[in-house]
């Protein structure tokens, strides 16, 4: 009998040569304009900014950037095209929404190269998932456009107007695809801003919106920073907005628009507690666990960056976690072998290793895969904190990366009021055998969301949005397109 | 730590989810398995297989001819190991055992009335000793799959026990036949049982039923094999069989045996791959890779 304790050797017996993506086949230009009226314009600004790729922190293109006049005139442009787009049979909008989704698809390789390219995730993700999600919700709200009285009943649905909406870094083409699609089936027209490190997929959406014989005016693209958020959230032309991004400038933003009358959507932070009970099926519990925080390196609003486990299956999740961690392969996001690509930019790189530095200091046990990361680029290790406690920095603010908080808990009222004690209410995911414990907790837990015996999904069909500071407002779904019209 | 090997309840062995188990099948599927990687996976492929014949037409004669194939897969090209085992049915042990002399591939024997292992305990266990007297160095025994799902587990455990002792020196594979347990927490508990009473490989079938071996099985059965481990300190073997007869396929089984347990499982002594005519496929892509296109399957010799 052995002696020694079992231990698992995932070293590379069998090392997978490199498979990159090729790139040869897609074209970026070496400047991108603002997107107003159906063409691209030079900014007023006269000012362009840098995008650079976070896996090699080299420079891909400039990007112009739009200044108060500039979003004025994409406002106008979108004004002026409102009346006859709303005018429009909702058969007629759906056949250019659904001529979007093909040529979508149609390009899909395309999209996926370059938003690997620019924000650093895998390019396995891209492909799999954020351009064929993309897509689909093109798909889905065009079916809705010439639906919406039977979608509302006796309700007589109106489109709101001018839509401006501000979308984030870790999913850019996926969430202009929620902001504009549903925007277009209820007939309103659209200001948006991708965020600035992430702009090229956006533009590339342009460049397909223009191809589609999409009216001049109805999709306007603006790219920038805060300013140029702020220009668009304080245009007094505007009648919605339909923010996703951090708390704080979910704060701002409401704070600015109040009393103005403009309808507003918050997509805002979590902290999702992701929930193991002892009856759970552990070994695809800890493939939510992994799904739940190093999709998209932990950029993910709904990540389940808390790990509730029951204290007698702590030490088997916790092995059964490491091992698994131990064959996530982090590098090259170009290469389709690749689990975890690279940070999104060094700013955001530098604030988790602060959150891991805040960790270590307040006691929590660090563990780090043994995985190398490349030297150059922005990369982080898959690392899980064991003994969190729940009044851990680390487990009360979103750190927005690969770093999972670890708790053990011993009965189901204790995990509940652990789960709900927190600011956020974005999302939640429950692991058990049990069908009358995942109703029982879905039904406390004050979460948007709620994943049984899964994590991470996401359809154009299910409405996703958070209670308390992540924001108010749903997308997707009936809910999504209802947050568009006026009822 | 001390590991001492105390049997677990049966009846509540851990649950599996399916979904769960379908997902993650799905990203080793989607795995990039090129070039210098691809070589080295394919002569592994090769390395692990268990070149089978189990028919009722089966004859010396051609348990000899396929015997000479396992040992010379395609001497065209240098440099290729020979497959890990013969497997044919006890009244061939003998001519497999006599064609082999000299090599080092291994002599893995049916029994216990195989496939569908209606028989009495003690037919089994002389089925089991004829094939061991006659120089087998594997046996495949087939678990009483009626009695199991009648949820008799101690008559399936103090079978296998039985057919353990029957064995000696030879090691034992145990096949579930996995197409008849229905699902996927089953084929769980049959493997805990498996193991606990002493078998040295698991076996998902017999190539009789459909489905025989599928991804989501096998992974049910390697994260068996590896908490086992984990509580006993023992390694246990595991052979799909039946179902694999690519290339491709088999390739995205061994990322699968890697990434669920480790380097030390990636070898023939604790994986194989029943199978008769995944070696030719095998064979094809490395005569590909050598020579940059492929070649007619008449260029492979069939057995």
Redesign the interface.
């Known amino acids: 009998m052995a002696t020694k304790e079992p231990k698992l050797n995932f070293n590379a017996a069998w090392e997978l040569a490199p498979a990159p993506e090729d790139t040869k086949h897609i074209s970026i230009k070496k400047q991108y304009e603002l997107f107003i009226n159906g063409e691209f314009v030079k900014p007023n600004s006269k000012k362009y900014f840098a995008t650079y790729n976070p896996a090699t922190e080299e420079k891909i293109a400039d990007i112009a950037e739009a200044d108060d006049k500039d979003v004025d005139k994409a406002v106008k442009a979108a004004r002026a095209a409102f009346g006859k787009w709303s005018r429009l049979s909702g058969a007629e909008r759906g056949k250019y929404i659904y001529r979007i989704a093909r040529l979508m698809q149609e390009r899909a390789r395309e999209f996926a190269v370059i938003e690997t390219m620019d924000g650093g995730k895998p390019i396995r993700e891209s492909r799999d998932i954020d351009v064929p999600l993309a897509a689909n919700h093109f798909f889905y709200y065009a079916g809705w456009a010439d639906k919406l009285e039977y979608a509302f009943p006796n309700r007589n649905p109106k489109p709101l107007g001018v839509a401006g909406q501000i979308i984030p870094w870790n999913f850019p083409l996926l969430m202009a695809a929620w902001k504009i699609a549903p925007a277009l089936a209820a007939g309103n027209t659209v200001v948006l801003k991708p965020a600035e490190t992430t702009s090229l997929t956006a533009l590339k959406l342009a460049e397909l919106i223009r191809d589609s014989g999409l009216p001049a005016g109805v999709v306007n693209i603006v790219t920038g920073a805060g300013k140029t958020g702020s220009a668009i959230v304080n245009h007094p032309d505007i009648n919605k907005i339909a923010f996703t991004g951090s708390t704080d400038v979910g704060k701002l933003i409401q704070r600015s628009i109040a009393g103005t009358g403009k309808k507003l959507t918050l997509e805002l932070g979590g902290k999702a507690a992701n929930i193991i009970f002892e009856d759970a099926p552990l070994d695809q519990a800890v493939e939510g666990i992994i799904n739940g925080i190093f999709f998209n390196q932990g950029h993910v609003c709904c990540a389940g960056s808390r790990l509730f486990v029951q204290e007698n299956v702590a030490d088997i999740v916790i092995r059964k976690l490491k091992d698994r961690m131990e064959t996530l392969r982090v590098g090259d996001p170009m290469d389709k072998n690749t689990d975890i690509g690279a940070i999104n930019s060094r700013e955001q790189l530098s604030k988790i290793n602060e959150y891991i530095k805040i960790g270590k200091n307040e006691g929590a046990e660090l563990y780090q895969s043994s995985c190398t990361v490349p030297k150059k680029g922005y990369f982080c290790k898959p690392t899980i904190f064991l003994n969190a406690s729940q009044s851990h920095r680390i487990v009360q603010e979103e750190i927005f990366g690969p770093v999972l908080a670890v708790q053990t808990f011993r009965t189901i009222e204790e995990v509940i009021e652990k789960a709900n004690n927190i600011p956020y209410g974005l999302s939640a995911g429950v692991w058990t055998d049990k069908g009358s414990k995942i109703f029982n907790l879905t039904s406390k837990l004050r979460a948007g969301v709620i994943w049984a015996n899964t994590y991470n999904k996401f359809d154009p069909t299910s409405p996703f949005g958070g209670y308390k500071e992540s924001g108010f407002g749903r997308e997707g779904g009936l809910h999504g397109l209802a947050a568009y019209l006026d009822l | ?3 001492k090997t105390i049997i677990p309840d049966f009846r509540k062995t ?4 399916q ?3 379908e ?2 099948v799905a990203r080793f599927t ?9 070589m ?2 394919l002569k ?1 492929v090769l390395s692990m297989i268990d070149l089978t014949t189990l028919e009722g037409k089966d004859t010396e004669g051609k348990v000899k001819q396929m015997c000479y194939k396992a040992a010379h897969l395609h001497d065209v090209i240098p440099g290729l190991p020979s497959v890990a085992a013969v497997c044919v049915y006890p009244s061939m042990v003998k001519a497999a055992k006599d064609a082999l002399k000299g090599t080092d591939i291994k002599v893995a024997s049916v029994s216990t009335a195989f496939p569908s292992g209606q028989s009495t305990p003690e037919i089994k266990i002389l089925d089991t000793k004829f094939a061991v007297e006659h120089g087998a160095d594997e046996i495949d025994m087939v678990i009483s799959r009626g009695e199991f799902l009648k949820g008799n587990y101690n008559f399936v455990f103090e079978e296998i026990a039985a057919i353990k002792e029957a064995c000696g020196k030879a090691r034992l594979k145990v096949i579930f036949e996995t197409g008849e347990l229905s699902t996927l927490d089953n084929v769980r508990k049959a493997s805990d049982i498996a193991m606990y009473a002493g078998a040295d490989f698991i076996k998902t079938s017999t190539g009789k039923i459909s489905p025989a071996a599928t991804m989501p099985v096998t992974l049910v059965m390697l ?1 068996a094999i ?1 908490d086992y ?2 509580a006993t ?2 390694m246990v073997g595991m052979k799909p069989a039946g179902g694999i007869s690519t290339s491709k396929l088999a390739l995205q089984y ?1 990322i699968m045996v ?2 669920t ?4 499982w ?1 070898s023939n002594e604790w994986f194989r791959f029943g199978a008769s005519s995944l070696a030719n496929d095998v064979l094809m892509q490395i005569a590909k890779e050598t020579h940059g296109v492929y070649q007619s399957p008449d260029y492979f010799s069939k057995d």
Not at chain 2, 14 to 17: A, C, F, Y
Not at chain 2, 30 to 38: A, L, V
Not at chain 2, 261 to 264: H, P, R, T
């Open positions: 730590m001390a590991l851990s649950p599996v989810d979904v769960g188990i997902e993650r989607t795995r990039s398995i090129k070039k210098s990687s691809k080295q996976g592994m994260e590896r481990y984990y300190g023992r061994l890697h990434e347990l480790g380097a030390a990636l």
